[in-house]
């Protein structure tokens, strides 16, 4: 393939909620020219884009996949983006990468969730947009009620075209930018009369939009003038690319109808590469913001990585300045080491075309390379320039893994699949010894285990995790020790006295020497503090590690033959238990600090929600048509919190906590923790 100019390449995102036609669009547009021979579809596992097992078994996307569709000299970039809330960190690759987002929705006669929540996506990242209404063949479907229900919501959004609908079909657009119709093979038809007043109000807006982006222009819209073609062109440019204005088109994927007038949208009235918003960077020291540019050194980012079976990690990147050719030897800015570029890739699907170079604001793919990863940024020598890393979600869902079988096998695996999702995560809990697997959904979760079973041949089963309780004392109580052995000759002993009350310097432990006239032996000392340290990494509740335990050893007896380091050892550890369970043992839990985000409707229902979760409100923010509310609310209650907060909001809620602090368990509940802690260690002791 020719290498293309950065002018003349487009980077386009298909972004949207899942099941509403951009793998099909993707599929169309590079069907429509060329690129593939072949229309696929995605229920036959066909499709282009959604290549692998499990999205062919599902018939969703899960990943990220590229394409490009060659048109009129241009090569635009397709980034087919699933709309599942699971993989939300695809989107935000994609269009970190992408120089405009193609909005795809159903006309279903509504705004969906995932079209609200892909264009506020494009808002918050600065990000040009188009809104494809697709499916306008399907039965019931409604253009103009979903045009409606979407303005209601984006007052920026203005349809430049309204399809022609006879007998249920698509026969036709009217044009509102050139105030003409034309049917499927571009020959002009008359308007037709029902879409007449829709086309001057829609016209109209857009006018006046245009005449927005200019001061010469708005003279002349006041005085009534028409501007030139070339006005307006240039007018709808800069509407687009300050995010002022959103073109909705209409079409039905499926058939391919309106997709070529799609792609002369996309060539002619999207942002290139240059004109896009820029990116986010270090060099020297200093935060920057770089542009495209051919005429720079060569810099470029890597924003995912995939493992293919063949040519194994494929890294996906978008040359930022410069030109990449292979052979070239870089730099991975990021982790300081150099690098050999092999073949570069342009990729369509899970196929790999090899081609000579690409230049700036192009997409491509790399295999082979040695130290880099995902977010990486790679240079030539003389290019210093660190790029941000993309911001990608937090995980909001963790479950514990469990194999029966070669379970060290399925973590590697597990934690191999990290590298091509950066909002899966696989960790240990040092304090419950559970790994955990985090990340979006359970969705994802539940991909992500098939996949590793897919691979290396090993169930995973997962649960929910334990929560890391700790265990203290809320009173003061004394307690002997004393450990007495007489087996034949040498015999051991060790007695000794020790107080047991909350507080201890540190928070965890602190240990007191009172012992007056030697009724511990100095030497013996240091070992009742050691059996003490060895003592307080189980609770005498359930094990679990206690904490926030002074200590005070104040008396004790010996013998002189058969006291040594060993007797004392075991002594404290005997006043240990207790004196620890005659000191008002109680469990601690962690509490989170939670930040919902949900629209002002579903406020009522969130407080309710939390109330039952034993969680404690600070306070709630009204921000822009949304309330955030700031709540404490125990661990214990919040594993399943994602799942559950998406199904009270239809998906428009979100949410991020962090742990703050460790809390008294109510009594009630002590006997439960106890219970479960015992069910684990008898499976313990089975395996
Ligand atoms: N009737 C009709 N169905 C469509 C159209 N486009 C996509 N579909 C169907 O809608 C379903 C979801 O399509 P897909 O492209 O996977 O949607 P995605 O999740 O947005 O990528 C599939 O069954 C498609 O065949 C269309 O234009 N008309
Ligand atoms: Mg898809």
Redesign the pocket.
């Known amino acids: 393939m020719k290498n293309f100019k950065t002018d003349f390449i487009r980077n386009v995102a298909l972004i949207?909620h899942?099941?509403?036609?951009?793998?099909?669009?993707a599929e169309a547009m590079m069907f429509e020219t060329k690129c593939i021979d072949r229309f696929g579809?995605?229920?036959d596992g066909t499709s282009t884009m959604?290549y692998d097992d499990e999205e062919i078994k599902r018939?969703?996307?899960i990943s990220m996949s590229l394409g490009y569709a060659l048109y009129r000299d241009c090569k635009i970039n397709i980034l087919?983006v699933p709309?599942f809330f699971d993989f939300e960190g695809e989107m935000v690759a994609a269009l970190h990468a992408a120089d405009s987002a193609v909005v795809?929705t159903a006309a279903s006669g509504s705004l969906t969730v995932g079209t609200e929540k892909a264009l506020d996506m494009c808002k918050e990242k600065k990000t040009a947009a188009l809104i494809f209404v697709?499916?306008v063949?399907?039965e019931n479907s409604d253009f103009f009620g979903t045009v409606d229900a979407i303005m209601a919501k984006f007052k920026s959004v203005v349809p430049i075209e309204l399809p022609i609908m006879e007998g249920g079909k698509m026969t036709g657009v009217v044009d509102v930018l050139a105030n003409k119709a034309f049917d499927l093979q571009g020959k002009e038809v008359a308007t037709p009369a029902n879409l007449q007043g829709k086309l001057e109000e829609y016209n109209g807006k857009i006018m006046e939009m245009v005449a927005e982006t200019d001061e010469d222009l708005m003279m002349k819209f006041f005085d009534g003038e028409a501007f030139t073609e070339e006005e307006i062109q240039k007018g709808l440019h800069a509407a687009i690319a300050d995010e002022i204005f959103i073109p909705l088109v209409a079409g039905?994927?499926?058939?391919s109808k309106g997709v070529k007038r799609l792609l002369d949208k996309l060539v002619d009235l999207m942002p290139h590469p240059e004109r896009a918003h820029k990116i986010g960077a270090t060099l020297n020291g200093a935060h920057v913001e770089v542009a495209v540019d051919a005429t720079k050194p060569f810099s470029a980012q890597v924003i995912k990585s995939v493992v293919d079976p063949y040519v194994g990690k494929l890294l996906i990147f978008k040359v930022v300045t410069g030109k990449l050719t292979s052979g070239d030897s870089v730099n991975n800015n990021t982790v300081e080491k150099p690098e050999k570029v092999g073949t570069i890739y342009v990729l369509k699907g899970k196929k790999q075309e090899a081609v000579d170079s690409l230049e700036a604001g192009d997409i491509g793919a790399l295999a082979k390379l040695t130290y880099t990863n995902t977010n990486d940024t790679l240079a030539a020598a003389d290019n210093k320039v660190v790029y941000d890393t993309i911001e990608f979600p937090a995980p909001v869902i963790s479950y514990a893994v469990k194999a029966l079988k070669d379970e060290e096998k399925a973590i590697q695996g597990l934690i191999k699949m990290q590298e091509e999702d950066a909002t899966f995560k696989v960790e240990k809990n040092i304090e419950t010894g559970d790994v955990l697997i985090s990340g979006l959904g359970e969705a994802q979760l539940d991909i992500m285990c098939k996949r590793v079973k897919a691979k290396l041949g090993i169930d995973i089963t997962w649960q929910e995790p334990r929560v890391a309780y700790r265990e203290t004392i809320r009173k003061t109580a004394s307690a002997e020790g004393k450990h007495k052995k007489q087996s034949g000759g040498a015999g051991q002993y060790g007695d000794v006295f020790i107080k047991y009350e909350p507080g201890a310097e540190d928070g965890v432990f602190e240990f007191v020497d009172e012992v007056v006239g030697g009724a511990v032996p100095r030497q013996f000392i240091p070992a009742v503090e050691k059996g003490l340290r060895e003592a307080i990494k189980h609770g005498v509740l359930a094990g679990y590690p206690m904490v926030n335990l002074k200590a005070t050893l104040y008396d004790g007896k010996y013998h002189p033959v058969d006291s040594k380091e060993i007797a004392f050892v075991t002594a404290a550890k005997l006043s240990y238990a207790d004196g620890v369970a005659a000191a008002g043992p109680c469990f601690l839990e962690p509490i989170m600090e939670a930040k919902i985000t949900v629209p002002d409707d579903y406020l009522g229902d969130i407080l309710g929600d939390m109330n039952k979760r034993r969680g404690r409100i600070l306070g709630t923010d009204s921000l822009g048509g949304k309330q955030v509310i700031t709540a404490e609310v125990p661990q214990a209650e919040m594993f399943r919190y994602a799942t559950d907060l998406r199904s009270m909001t239809q998906g428009r809620g979100k949410f991020e906590m962090h742990l703050i602090r460790y809390e008294e368990v109510p009594g009630s509940a002590n006997a439960k923790i106890i219970e479960d802690a015992k069910k684990r260690e008898e499976e313990a002791a089975k395996k």
């Open positions: 949207g899942s099941g509403e036609g951009k793998t099909t669009l579809k995605v229920d959604d018939k969703i996307s087919d709309g795809v697709n499916a063949d399907k039905n994927a499926q058939t």
